[in-house]
């Protein structure tokens, strides 16, 4: 029995990690895509091997079994029920995304997978066995992700219209202002990639280092771009300065796809591993080192899910929401990037998804509401706000079939 619950767990990660690829790809690259900065085939390539990457060498190698402490420990103990209860919530949390992705909603998949866990806690220990407390944050971060990333890409798309779209000599003005851009976002890159990371505690870097480091490579790089945009950009005026924007945000993109790899792989393979070090150890560990071929595997999959469906909600963010040139993607990205860095530094729940669709209305908002086409904005809010039930209850009926099963 044992062995079947982890062959099914393995199967559900596999399918989780792919609708995560599918779904979670236009955080990235829906606006480099719909700036023409690349082409759509271009974005599933480079963002399938950027989340691979991301998740096999980037991502935690130790994940808390009882997903980031939503369950009371005391209330479920029993081994067996928490490997079925994870492969219930495995099963039923893909099947919301994969249903969300059909119909080309972002929806966040962090938020299905605790959905899920807390209605396995519900079924399996009572109302008591759930965190409560953790919940709250969440919904808060329903909130706090796209008014925090739009307030940033407004404010970022308005300082680029002032101070170089509506100047006489604008091309001029966009390379004076290129050490500016592009030194922010290797800032933003490298803070990231360094601080409070595997990544950084591997090179033996501590906060003050990752910063030193950091802010050298900004200002030599910063400045470094500005000589090679100059020595490379042809056109000039207008047409030059989105070719300064298309470059620099193709690199942003980048970074969201390699930090989506890291940091959402644990949503497929946190629950495998906890399944796995059960199956090993014959107990329920608070916490469980996760095997580097289990991150491969994760990283692989979402990479398969970008290839063969991540076009489909690059749509609806890239295109369906408001127009983007590259001034404008490029202040999308930034926002995007910049909210969930600082964020998840001061330790607040944030979802990706949210924070890349509210920083595409952001910057929509900054040409006035007319740019913003509000009916698909309440349709992507409602999807958000029914993710956590719709994946919860039917984990609670997965979980039964499976307990009738196996236990």
Known sequence: MAEMILFLGLMAGIYMAWNIGANDIANGMASPVAAKAITLRQAVLIGGILDFIGATFIGSHVTATLSKGILNAEYITDPQVMSVGLLAALMASAFWVFVATWKQLPV???????????????????????????????????????????????????????????????????LRWTPFFAGATILIV??????????????????????????????????????????????????????????????????????????????AIGPVAGIYAIYKLGAIPQTTEVPIFLLAGGGLFIAIGVFTWGYRVIETIGHKITVLNNSRGFSVDFGTATSVLIASKLGLPVSTTHAAVGAVIGVGLAGGLSAVDFKMVWKITFYWVITLPLAAFPTIIIYKILEAIFL
């Open 108 to 174: 966040s998949t962090t938020h299905a997978i605790v959905g899920a866990i807390v209605g396995f806690g519900m079924v399996a220990g009572g109302m008591s066995a759930v965190k409560w407390g953790k919940i709250l944050p969440i919904v808060l971060s329903w909130l706090i992700s796209p008014v925090f990333a739009g307030l940033l890409a407004y404010l970022f798309f308005v300082f680029i219209r002032r101070q170089i779209l509506m100047k006489p000599r604008l091309f001029v003005e966009a």
């Open 190 to 267: 490298m803070l990231s990639l360094l601080t409070k990371t595997p990544l950084g505690d591997q090179l033996g870097f501590d906060a003050n280092t990752s910063v030193g480091v950091s802010v050298f490579l900004t200002v030599s790089l910063g400045f470094g771009a500005k000589r090679w945009m100059a020595k490379t950009v042809r056109k000039v005026e207008e047409e030059g300065v989105e070719e300064i924007f298309r470059r620099l945000q193709v690199f942003t993109a980048c970074y969201v796809s390699l930090a989506h790899g890291a940091n959402d792989v644990a949503n």
